[in-house]
């Protein structure tokens, strides 16, 4: 329980179903506390506060405590920080080796359904509950994940890593209803959060300055450097690499007479390339640390759709497995903006197959 009216709503239906629900409040850090804790983390975070506004605050922990006091369910606050150090230090150490992270899959994969998971096992309990707009079911005599009901909430993306057997202990509630229609639920339950804003940070980064993050938490890991066109010529200088992602458009602090884009970067050489449009567009990508939900396809591709980022909608590809931990997804029609570091997710329909991170785009 996050304390938002997902997860809250959550609680309430599986109680409802007739469920023994225990409402669980993952503790990361909160506004003013230190996240710094040397024997689990690599990079310093003394200086780094969770966000008002994100979904581990103090606040937080209040209003999921007053919706299990509501529905008469006991309620724990588990200590998660020292295990939160790993999710920061993934997401400082994929940006300073040029890559753009995803914290949120990470969070799902280690935190709610990795510790949480083990906890729920020492307390006997069945199933791991969660406020996703996601769906599990039964599909083939096999568990499958789906996508929700509510496609613009859908967040099947960011559980793909759940592993197979987990699967079966996972509970997702809301993943059958519209947002509209959960908030509805929490109103007519009087549930005190029926009108809290959705979170739309990252908790550690609340005031979304992620090179301002990685600098004072790895200090001597930003430089200034050049920023070159597609042709190699130097147009301008730039902070640090990391102030970039690939496709960003604004705030390049260059001018070519033409819109230009982020096209490259090179973390080796602390470079960041900018050119056009046309030079985002990608026919095919790479991708590593691979998790199916179905049995690989290694002899031949597979057709279905691929979501290249969360926000994405997924489009038409094949997708084949090509050796151990690594898939290979080529797209019907060229794709903008690939970023390696990102996830890429394919689907049958409303099914995750499975999915990977991205390594390499594959340029036209």
Same mark, same amino acid.
């Given at each position: 329980?996050?304390?938002? #009216? ?16 225990? /409402?669980?409040?993952?503790?990361? /850090? ?28 103090? $606040? ?18 588990? $200590? ?11 997401? @400082? ?34 199933? #791991?509950?969660? *406020? ?17 009901? +509510? ?23 809301? =993943? ?28 550690? @980064? ?5 090179? =301002?993050?990685?600098? %004072? ?9 050049? @920023? ?6 130097? @147009? ?33 050489? $602390? ?16 991708? +590593?640390?691979? $998790?199916?939900?179905?049995? !690989? !396809? #290694? ?9 290249? %980022? ?9 997708? %084949? ?33 499975? *999915?990977?991170?991205?390594? %390499?785009?594959?340029?036209?």
């Amino acid at each position: 329980m996050s304390g938002g #009216v997902d997860s809250s709503v959550a609680a309430a239906l599986l109680k409802d179903d007739g469920y023994e629900v225990v /409402g669980c409040f993952m503790r990361l /850090g909160s506004p003013g506390e230190s996240l710094n804790d040397p024997a689990a983390q690599s990079c310093d975070t003394s200086k780094m506060k969770i966000g008002h506004q994100g979904c581990c605050s103090i $606040n937080d922990a209040k209003d999921a405590e007053l919706v299990a006091a509501k529905l008469d369910i006991p309620f724990y606050v588990l $200590n998660f920080k020292k295990d939160f150090g790993r999710i920061i230090d993934y997401f @400082v150490g994929e940006y300073n080796a040029g890559r753009t992270p995803n914290p949120c899959v990470r969070c799902n994969d280690w935190l709610k359904f990795g510790k949480l998971a083990d906890y729920a096992r020492s307390i006997d309990a069945e199933w #791991v509950a969660t *406020g996703h707009y996601a769906r599990t079911d039964t599909v083939d005599g096999t568990r499958a994940l789906l996508r929700g009901v +509510d496609h613009t909430k859908d967040q099947s993306y960011v559980l793909f890593g759940s592993p197979l057997d987990e699967l079966t202990h996972m509970m997702l509630p809301v =993943g059958r209803y519209t947002k509209d229609e959960i908030r509805k639920i929490a109103q007519e339950m009087s549930l005190p959060v029926f009108n809290k804003p959705d979170s739309q940070e990252i908790c550690f @980064v609340p005031d979304m300055d992620y090179a =301002g993050l990685i600098k %004072r938490t790895t200090p001597g890991d930003v430089h200034a450097g050049k @920023v070159v066109d597609v042709d190699g010529n130097e @147009v301008g200088e730039h902070e640090g690499h990391q102030h970039f992602t690939i496709g960003q458009r604004r705030g390049v602090g260059v001018a070519l007479g033409y819109p230009i884009y982020v096209v490259d970067k090179d973390a080796e050489t $602390n470079t960041v390339t900018v050119g056009p449009r046309e030079r985002l567009a990608a026919s095919a990508c790479e991708a +590593d640390q691979t $998790n199916w939900l179905i049995d !690989p !396809p #290694v002899d031949a591709p597979l057709r279905c759709t691929a979501k290249i %980022r969360y926000n994405a909608e997924p489009v038409p590809a094949h997708v %084949r497995a090509t050796g151990e931990g690594a898939l290979r997804v080529t797209f019907d029609e060229p794709q903008f903006a690939v970023a390696p570091g990102q996830a890429v997710v394919c689907y049958d329909g409303e099914r995750v197959l499975g *999915g990977g991170w991205i390594t %390499r785009a594959e340029q036209l």
